[in-house]
């Protein structure tokens, strides 16, 4: 399975911007459809953001519509969230996950096999 290290979290205020990034390694990334969820204390965890292998399918929750966006550049084994006009409500642990069917979107918890550690991100009003 494949490994992965998202980066990118932190502070920002209401209406700024952040961009994570979520780095793979062990695994053929390009077969991978690859997955971003948030999941805010209390709360179960959702998908926020999904992609093809080839980036060819996105697919974003209806909140974070024309806010997020999501990448992924296969060269680097690194798929990237964008997330510009920040509200509170975005605030929670961001996680990527990795699809064995990379040729479909997927967009529940347990069509992932692998995830990572976490990233906090955390937008003030």
């Known amino acids: 399975q494949v490994q992965l290290v998202e980066s990118g979290g932190g502070l920002v205020q209401a209406g700024g911007s952040l961009r994570l990034s979520c780095a793979a390694s062990?695994?053929?990334?390009?077969?991978?459809?690859m997955g971003w969820f948030r999941q805010a204390p209390g709360k179960e965890r959702n998908i926020v953001a999904a992609?093809?292998?080839?980036?060819?399918?996105?697919y974003y929750v209806d909140s974070v519509k024309g806010r997020f966006t999501i990448s992924r550049d296969n060269a680097k084994n690194t798929v990237y969230l964008q997330m510009n006009s920040l509200k509170p409500e975005d605030t929670a642990v961001y996680y990527c996950?990795?699809?064995?069917?990379?040729?479909?979107?997927?967009?529940?918890?347990?069509?992932?096999?692998?995830w990572g550690q976490g990233t906090q991100v955390t937008v003030s009003s």
């Open positions: 992609i093809t292998w080839t980036g060819a399918m996105t």
């Open positions: 062990g695994g053929t990334f390009s077969n991978y459809g």
């Open positions: 996950a990795a699809s064995p069917t990379g040729w479909a979107i997927s967009i529940w918890t347990t069509q992932y096999h692998s």
